[in-house]
């Protein structure tokens, strides 16, 4: 919607349909003609026709999908010749730590599916919610590996010690729209970027 306010004309996909309907309501409310799909992304081709001059993922995509070839071959599905993916995600090395980041508890690459019982949300984690959450650590091989293997080109790549979001146990604010972890100032990557182009 902060795109479509800028003049784009946006099409936004989420496999939960209570986030689809309260993106709609939002849409509404904000006055933009954003649309929106409710689908699982490995099926997005059969819901939608078009092609699009950016994909945009972002902040806590990826971790949800097992199949990392499968998701760049959907990228370079739908974006038009020398159309652009614009990838900000959280680090796989953050992954790899207990919620509390007192130890490293996963690998850093995908040999293992991450089941975790998790209390609260990360927009509320004093909600009264207690639930099982499956996700996948990707690692940076992984995710540019497939995106080269979609005939895309890497034309950025940088990493970040930051998060812009207070949404991890034991974070504290550097500056405006920057968190590190308290007990690891500066020390592990937190985020991290990428532009790849499909040929025209």
Not at 30 to 56: G, K, M, N, S
Not at 180 to 198: D, H, N, T
Request: aromatic fraction near 12%; glycine fraction near 6%; charge should be negative.
């Amino acid at each position: 919607m902060s795109l479509s306010r800028l003049g784009a004309r946006v099409t936004g996909v989420d496999l939960a349909e209570t986030a689809i309907t309260t993106a709609w309501e939002l849409a509404a409310q904000l006055h933009t003609d954003t649309q929106f799909i409710c689908a699982d992304v490995y099926e997005l081709p059969r819901y939608l026709e078009q092609q699009f001059d950016v994909v945009f993922t972002t902040y806590g995509v990826l971790g949800w999908l097992p199949d990392m070839e499968k998701w760049a071959s959907v990228v370079a599905h739908f974006l038009k010749p020398g159309g652009r993916l614009v990838l900000v995600e959280f680090h796989p090395v953050l992954w790899m730590f207990n919620p509390d980041f007192t130890r490293v508890e996963y690998a850093y690459f995908n040999r293992e599916t991450i089941t975790e019982v998790e209390t609260g949300t990360y927009a509320d984690r004093q909600a009264p919610i207690e639930e099982t959450a499956v996700s996948w650590n990707h690692s940076l091989g992984e995710v540019l590996g497939a995106l080269l293997r979609q005939g895309l080109e890497i034309q950025h790549f940088a990493e970040y010690d930051y998060s812009p979001y207070d949404c991890f146990a034991g974070l504290e604010q550097i500056a405006e729209l920057r968190y590190q972890l308290s007990a690891l100032p500066g020390k592990l990557p937190m985020l991290y970027s990428v532009v790849a182009r499909k040929a025209r």
